[in-house]
């Protein structure tokens, strides 16, 4: 029980997918502006990230390595999160519209988010059995979020205050992201993994 | 004919520094960051991206007319993917070194806005010849981009360049730039130069 809650924290904190990763800059640099859509986008991906790190791993140990199809392993993952947005996209319009409206426009911008795939095909590197998986993809969402709310706090302050011109925009998120990241190299040593 | 030339020299060059696809456009950046803590990964990478682009370039460009509009952008990851799958297979069986240091972002690079983006943007609406064109030169422009990264962060990370000490050995080496965060003050501050640079004009 302890290897896949260490794998939770290093997924959220120490090896953090933005912070150390570089996974899911898109909306990092895209949707990080205001709070509360950092909030709505680190929910819908923290999900989607989940559902997904449950669906490749039993694809993948299920499928893939029985029928010894392992080099088609990227394009069946690639198809299997963008049916599961889908998916996922419809039930939440049915179950609980008032959800869908909360999340709705973020989830078709999640399919295409490297975030998700880089997380199927780490898992599926790394050898992670179904639990430890799971754990994985939760803890990655969870470290998106934290990292998508840390920046979309600061970059509000920002807004009012006097940048050089030539760093508006990216190049400050950057600057903000590369001052984060060390912070959170503070973090390493707390747990080891591999 | 001859503006014909120039618009192939156009749509070549123009990847190069005006619509680079990294520092102007800021596409593509998971694995600008991640990758170039060295000279020889970035060279790989931006190698493994040119080899990806420039056939899902040729081979959509190719076949555009016969994918019906609803369904092109599954049937462009395909081709996408199936080029990347080749690129990932090739270096695992013939440099399993640099396969191993880009560890998952050679098969990343089917979500690489770049290679999608171009195919969207550019591709479906244009003739194979400048398709292919725009391609070669989005793919340089990436591999100038990246490769600064990696020239910068190698000279001051490690204090070499392709593994040759340049320093003597009084240089005590910036380990935080071949870190996650010096990727992003390296990128954070060549993306500022070029905004300077570009705002001049």
């Not at chain 1, 993952?77 to 419809?90: G, K, Y």
């Not at chain 1, 880089?118 to 179904?130: F, I, K």
């Not at chain 2, 190719?62 to 993917?81: G, Q, Y």
């Not at chain 2, 392709?162 to 003597?168: D, M, V």
Request: aromatic residues 12%; glycine residues 8%; proline residues 4%.
């Amino acid at each position: 029980m302890v290897r896949p809650l260490i794998i939770f924290i290093a997924a959220a904190i120490t090896n953090n997918f933005i912070l150390t990763y570089f996974l899911g800059l898109c909306p990092f640099l895209g949707v990080s502006a205001k709070v509360s859509s950092a909030i709505g986008m680190g929910f819908a991906a923290t999900f989607v990230m989940t559902m997904t790190a449950i669906i490749t791993n039993v694809v993948d140990h299920l499928i893939l390595r029985p029928l010894h199809l392992d080099f088609l392993q990227m394009i069946v993952f690639i198809f299997v999160i963008a049916v599961l947005v889908q998916f996922v996209e419809m039930v939440i319009k049915k179950a609980s519209p008032s959800l869908y409206k909360a999340l709705g426009i973020f989830l078709p911008l999640i399919t295409t988010n490297c975030i998700v795939l880089g997380l199927a095909l780490l898992g599926a590197m790394r050898n992670y059995n179904l639990i430890e998986n799971t754990f994985f993809g939760f803890g990655a969402g969870v470290g998106f979020t934290i990292a998508l709310l840390l920046i979309s706090g600061i970059r509000e302050e920002l807004e009012v205050r006097d940048v050089p011109k030539a760093l508006k925009g990216a190049p400050i998120t950057l600057l903000i992201a590369g001052l984060m990241a060390f912070a959170f190299m503070g973090f390493s040593g707390i747990i080891t993994l591999q | 004919m001859a503006s014909n030339n120039r618009n192939l020299g156009f749509e070549f060059f123009k990847g190069f520094f005006k619509e680079n696809p990294v520092l102007v456009q800021l596409l593509g950046l998971c694995s600008v960051l991640a990758v170039s803590n060295t000279v020889v990964n970035s060279i790989s990478m931006g190698i493994a991206v040119l080899f990806v682009l420039f056939f899902s370039s040729f081979v959509i460009g190719l076949v555009k007319d016969l994918i019906p509009s609803e369904v092109r952008i599954p049937a462009f990851i395909v081709v996408i993917a199936t080029f990347v799958t080749i690129a990932d297979l090739f270096l695992k069986a013939k440099f399993p070194d640099i396969s191993k240091a880009l560890g998952p972002y050679i098969p990343l690079i089917v979500v690489n806005c770049i290679i999608l983006g171009r195919q969207e943007a550019f591709t479906k609406k244009n003739k194979l010849l400048p398709s292919i064109m725009d391609a070669l030169g989005m793919s340089a422009g990436y591999l100038i981009a990246i490769l600064l990264m990696g020239i910068i962060r190698e000279i001051l990370g490690f204090g070499s360049i392709l593994g040759f000490r340049i320093f003597g050995s009084s240089f005590k080496p910036i380990l935080v730039m071949i870190l996650p965060p010096g990727a992003f003050l390296t990128l954070a501050m060549l993306i500022g130069f070029m905004n300077f640079i570009t705002r001049k004009e």
